[in-house]
């Protein structure tokens, strides 16, 4: 078992920058690949980012791309997310995600096997 637990989501206005921590327990980290998704209220949840296990290789939505960076810290046990120049339809819960049997890292949440609770992103226009 993995057990994942995110931190850092809160209030911000619109252009502001927020930076999402994961911390995983349990398992060797750097067996998994990770990922960010997120859920807004009322619509089904969404691929963010991933990183292999290695962290060489990322791979963002296109809703994202350019201003949120995933990173890892395999010594830590922990995956990143900086989120730069928010949105309002950024707004959503963010879960971290953690996939074993598919270490370079995937969009498609099925393929992970482990999920953290989740945390409140709340993006002001």
């Known amino acids: 078992q993995v057990q994942l637990v995110e931190s850092g989501g809160g209030l911000v206005q619109a252009g502001g920058s927020l930076r999402l921590s994961c911390v995983a327990s349990?398992?060797?980290?750097?067996?998994?690949?990770m990922g960010w998704f997120r859920q807004a209220p009322g619509k089904e949840r969404e691929f963010v980012a991933t990183?292999?296990?290695?962290?060489?290789?990322?791979y963002y939505a296109d809703s994202v791309e350019g201003r949120f960076t995933i990173s890892r810290d395999n010594a830590k046990s922990t995956v990143y997310l900086l989120m730069d120049r928010l949105e309002p339809d950024d707004t959503a819960v963010y879960y971290c995600?953690?996939?074993?049997?598919?270490?370079?890292?995937?969009?498609?949440?099925?393929?992970?096997?482990?999920w953290g609770q989740g945390t409140q992103v709340t993006v002001s226009s």
């Open positions: 990183i292999s296990w290695s962290g060489a290789a990322t």
């Open positions: 995600a953690a996939a074993g049997r598919y270490r370079g890292g995937s969009d498609r949440g099925s393929y992970y096997e482990y």
């Open positions: 349990g398992r060797t980290f750097s067996n998994y690949a």
